[in-house]
């Protein structure tokens, strides 16, 4: 079993502490781990229970929920940049942030397709949440987690019609810069090496189709939400990201995952 601290000891430590959702392979929380193992950073595992108050957490880092990098006594990092940023800064090498001005600009845009607000993982916890709630009267009427979540992201029929769309694009986009990519000689997303955008794409791609359960594990349930059922936006996805996908964990990331 995975050993997590709790926050008392968590904020009495020094170093890196990772703040995580106890047995969910949530795509952020993924993509931050992965990159902590990319830079051989050790880091504390804090659990962070999905819906729960988590009181003592919020009164740690100022958030409830994961992930969350705090590195000695500096302020917390919630989002997804600025843990990329802070995990370059405390080890330089590997560089996962190109140097070069353009590609470090084309990398940071392409992962805030992927990671940030109404990208890729925002559409499709979009999509997840059109499939939970109810389809009658005010869908954010309760205060159970699909209703605090959906008042997080935005959520209304509408949003979710729309972030169907986005997906399409954004999962088009990414195989034609694959497919550009290899045109040239890269197995990378960006430049000829290895950087974030491949980890994060490697993470969120499980909103796709999770790693097999061998790897994996997860509750049926859970992965049934995270499998993209939608036939024609499944014809979207390349067989090369998927194939990228388990390259970069083959090559780079810790398998299987501990959650």
């Not at 140097?99 to 845009?109: C, F, S, V, Y």
């Not at 990414?174 to 950087?195: H, P």
Request: glycine residues 8%; proline residues 7%; hydrophobic residues 45%.
């Amino acid at each position: 079993m995975t050993e997590y601290v709790d926050v008392a000891t968590a904020a009495g430590a020094r170093g890196m502490r990772l703040v995580l959702t106890r047995g969910v392979p949530g795509p952020w929380s993924e993509s931050a781990k992965g990159i902590l193992h990319a830079k051989r950073i050790p880091f504390l595992r804090v659990a962070q229970e999905a819906a729960g108050e988590n009181e003592p957490l919020k009164a740690w880092t100022g958030h409830a929920n994961a992930p969350v990098a705090v590195f000695d006594d500096e302020p917390p990092r919630a989002g997804w940049a600025e843990i990329l940023m802070l995990a370059e800064r405390v080890a330089p090498s590997p560089r996962l942030v190109p140097e070069d001005t353009r590609k470090r600009a084309l990398m940071l845009g392409y992962a805030h397709e992927i990671c940030g607000e109404l990208g890729f993982g925002w559409n499709r916890r979009l999509m997840m949440l059109d499939r939970m709630l109810p389809r009658d009267g005010d869908a954010l009427r309760g205060d159970g987690p699909a209703e605090l979540l959906g008042k997080r992201y935005g959520y209304s029929r509408e949003a979710a019609r729309a972030a169907r769309d986005r997906v399409a694009r954004t999962l088009d986009e990414l195989g034609r810069l694959l497919r550009e990519q290899s045109a040239a000689g890269s197995r990378f997303l960006i430049g000829d090496s290895l950087t974030a955008l491949d980890i994060y794409w490697a993470a969120f791609a499980a909103l796709v189709d999770p790693l097999p359960a061998s790897v994996c594990p997860m509750s049926e349930g859970l992965r049934g939400f995270y499998v993209l059922d939608d036939e024609a936006l499944r014809a979207r996805v390349a067989p090369e990201l998927m194939a990228h996908r388990d390259f970069i964990y083959q090559s780079y990331l810790e398998l299987p995952l501990r959650l």
